[in-house]
């Protein structure tokens, strides 16, 4: 029987201020980062950063009245989430046009594969 603790971080209960995320772990320490670290909690209500859960047996938390989900890992190694650029009123995102062998793990990052007639149009247009 392995009655060795785990190594892995795990936050056993979490607080926020008005400028901090503070985590305290299961190991006994507490850490912190800046609340503008995540742009969804600096914009959310007091209402809606109170109502979180923990998540992954404490490796992360869940605030899902914004979709935010930070993880021990990330305040550990300093990762801020990034805001999304947004674009202006009325305009799309220009087409990806990737080749069809484009592997699974990259289209679950988002490339998009378009249909054979689709490359054709895009192409004819272009001429």
């Known amino acids: 029987m392995n009655t060795a603790a785990s190594s892995d971080p795990r936050i056993q209960d979490v607080r926020l201020t008005e400028d901090e995320i503070i985590a305290h772990l299961v190991d006994g320490r507490v850490i912190s980062v800046p609340l503008a670290w995540s742009w969804r909690l600096s914009e959310a209500t007091p209402k809606q950063r109170a109502n979180f859960r923990l998540i992954g047996s404490g490796q992360g938390v869940h605030w899902p009245d ?3 989900d930070i993880s021990v890992e990330g305040m550990l190694h300093g990762i801020p989430a990034h805001r999304p ?3 202006p009123a009325g305009t799309r995102a220009p ?3 990737t080749n069809r062998r484009t592997s ?14 689709a490359v054709a149009r895009a ?3 272009q001429r």
Do not use: M
Request: hydrophobic share 35%; net charge positive; proline share 8%.
């Open 95 to 97: 087409l990806a046009i």
């Open 123 to 125: 192409a004819d247009t």
């Open 66 to 68: 914004v979709d935010e």
């Open 104 to 117: 699974v793990s990259s289209r679950r990052a988002g490339s998009v594969v378009p249909k054979p007639e």
């Open 85 to 87: 650029r947004s674009r």
